[in-house]
C-alpha cells in the first residue's frame, strides 16, 4: 500500500520520497486513516518502527487543508520526555513539510535558552514539540496559551510517566480544549497508561502493533559473563575492535559511570563520546550531531539521555551495566536495527547481575545466548543456556587460573610472609605460618602494660571527679 492510498497527498508525498520513504511501515499503515478520521489513538509500537510519521503525517495533512490562521498560538501539540527526542521530532517534521513554506515549528526544550524560545513562540507557530518541565515554565510566564490547540499528541508516553511527568501532563492538558484530538504512543499499555488515557481522551481507538517483549527478530542478542568491571572492560575493548561494528552505543547506569568509561576507551585510542543529563544542550546537540556524522564511534549514554536518538548507523547496543528495569532493556537495545536493518545487542554480566539477566530473559520470554571470548574466559561460566524461568548454573573455568575455596585456604594460611608491624611504637619482625602470628621480639612486657593500665585508672578517676564537680556546681547556680 502506497502513502497516497492511506490518505497522503502528493504534495507531502514528495517530500517522502526525497527523505527515503518508499511505502509506509505497518504502524503508518494502521495509524494515517484513523488519525486523519479524528479519532483519539491509543498506539502501542516498539521504537524504530517508524511511529513519528505516524502522527506527523497525518497532522501535517490536516493542516495543509486548514485556512491559514494569524493566531500566533499553536494549533498542534507534541510532548516528549526528552529534548533529544523532541528535536528529532522537529527534524523529522521540517523534512516531511518540506514543501509547506508557511509551516511553523517551534521546540520548547529544556537546556536551551529561554531568550530564544521566547521569541519563537511571540510568533504565529503551527505545531509545537515540547518537553513537559520547560512547557509549564513558559505557561507560569504566560509566554505560550493552549487554548488553540486542535491536536495534541504524546510520544513515549510510558518513559513520560516513569520520569513522574504525570502533574506536568495533567496540568498542560487541563489548558487545552476539550474537543482537542488526543494520540498517545507508548511502547507498553499499562495500569498507568490507561488511567491517564480515561482522563484525557474520548473513546479512544487502541492500536497494537506489538509489544515491549518483542524478540527484535533482526537483532542478534548476546551475553558475555565477567568477574568485575575491569574484565568488563577488557571484553568491551574486543568488542570494539570487531570488523563488524560500525558504530556502537554503550550504557552505563550512572553519569559518572559513562564519562569514565568514555575517558576509559579514548585512552586506549577509540574515537568516544559521553552523554548524559548534565550535560548542557550545545553539548548534547554537538555530540549527536558528530556520532551523526560518524565523527566518533563509540557513545557511551545513560538511558534517558539515549532516548531518542535514531541513527541507522548504529550497529551495536552493548549494556556494561545492566538496567534496573527489564523494560528498559528493550528500549535499550532498539537503538540498534533500526529501519529494519540488522543489528547486535551485548550484554556484559557478572555473577552479581545474574538475577536481572533471568528477569530480562523471562519479560522478552526468550533466552539470551551466553558466549565467552578466548583468552577472556570468566573465572565462573555458565553451563549451559538456561530457559527463563531456571536458575542460572555455574560452575568452574579450568581455562582460568581461578582459585577454588580449597585454594584459598590454603593461599590463606599455608604460606609465611614476613612483615614489619608496629606495636607500642616498636617495629616487631613477625611471619605467618600455619595462620599464627610469629613475633621475633615478644610482646610488651607485663611491667609496662600494668603502668598503662594504672594510668588508664588514673584518667577515669580524674575524669569521674571533674563530672562530680561540674554536678554540684550545676546544682548550686540553680
Known sequence: MS?????ISSNIFSALKTAG??????VQEATIPQALSGKDLIVSAQTGSGKTAAFMLPILQILSQKPKSNNINPQVLVLTPTRELALQITKATASYGINMPWLRIATIVGGMPYREQIKALSKRVDILVATPGRLI???????????????LVLDEADRMLDMGFIEDIETIVKNTPRDRQTMLFSATIDESIDRLAKKMMNSPQHISLTSSKQKHDNIT???????????????????LNEASLDQAIIFTSTKKGADKLAECLSDSGFSVAALHGDMNQRQRTRTISQLQKKQIRVLVATDIAARGIDINGISHAVNFDLPMQAEDYVHRIGRTGRAGRNGSALSLVTNEERHKIRRIEKYIGQTILAETIEGLEPKISKVSNDSPNKKNKYRVNPNRNELSSKNNTSRKFSFANKTKERIDGKKISSERIDGKKIYSDRTPSKTNNNQSRKQNTSKRSSFKENVRDTKFNESRRA
Open 221 to 239: 542478542q548476546k551475553l558475555f559473563y565477567a568477574d568485575n568491571n575491569e574484565h568488563k572492560v577488557k571484553l568491551l575493548n574486543h568488542v
Open 21 to 26: 520513504f518508499v511505502s509506509p511501515t505497518p
Open 137 to 151: 515554565d513558559q505557561m507560569r510566564s504566560n509566554k505560550v496559551s493552549l487554548a488553540g490547540i486542535q491536536i
Open 3 to 7: 502513502f497516497e492510498k492511506i490518505g
